[in-house]
């Protein structure tokens, strides 16, 4: 009768859970929101030349899991863009991610590699926001995460990333970056087969 009654509780954890979701979605902050806020966040200014940026990792729980520093360089013609990133992480591993961007009018779509379909997003006032779906190692195996992604520009040399990742709609994880304009030139040249 005991177990029955823990079963019975952990159902009703369960259905409270997924009754909540939609809830607590109806309470996340609109882009819109943040359409008087300044410096306007333009990517083709901010994210063009050479750019550092360190962030980390944190699971569900909060803890840290990764610690990172990432090589930018970002260059645009017109409205098509590219970032071609290089990351370099704690424990020694290396990532390449070149993003292919374009952009229209407050509207920005992008794909990569590891980007499963187009990354969408929109710019208000400092802030950008968008979502994709991330595929990420894990043993031999491919998670397809989801990420919604938010940048805010602080001023013109500097900007705040903060990403959840969501996986079933439940929240697996969260990657903070911090992101610094060096200069608006090249200090390296892009990577074979990231070109605009």
């Known amino acids: 009768m005991k177990i029955l009654r823990l079963k019975h509780m952990t159902y009703l954890k369960m259905a409270a859970l997924v009754v ?12 819109d929101e943040y359409s008087d ?15 550092e940026a ?18 930018i360089l970002g260059q645009w013609k017109d409205d ?3 970032l071609d990133e290089q990351f370099f992480f704690a424990d020694g591993e290396e990532q390449h991610r070149c993003w ?9 779509v992008g794909t990569a590699g590891d980007v499963i379909g187009e990354a969408k997003g929109l710019v208000a006032g400092n802030a950008l926001n968008w979502s994709y779906v ?27 990333n903060r990403a959840t990742m969501h996986k079933f709609g439940v929240e697996v994880g969260q990657i903070t970056l911090y992101i610094r304009k060096v200069s608006s030139q090249a200090h390296r040249p892009l990577t074979q087969g990231c070109r605009v």
């Open 20 to 31: 909540s979701i939609p809830l607590l979605s109806g309470c996340a902050v609109n882009i």
């Open 37 to 51: 806020m300044e410096p306007e966040l333009d990517l083709s200014e901010f994210f063009n030349g050479h750019l």
């Open 54 to 71: 360190y962030g980390i990792v944190q699971d569900y729980k909060g803890k840290v899991s990764r610690r990172f520093r990432a090589d």
């Open 80 to 82: 098509k863009g590219v």
């Open 100 to 108: 292919k961007l374009s952009k229209s009018d407050k509207e920005y």
């Open 134 to 160: 991330l595929s990420i190692p894990v043993d031999d195996k491919h998670w397809e995460i989801n990420l919604n992604d938010w940048m805010y520009l602080v001023d013109e040399n500097n900007l705040i």
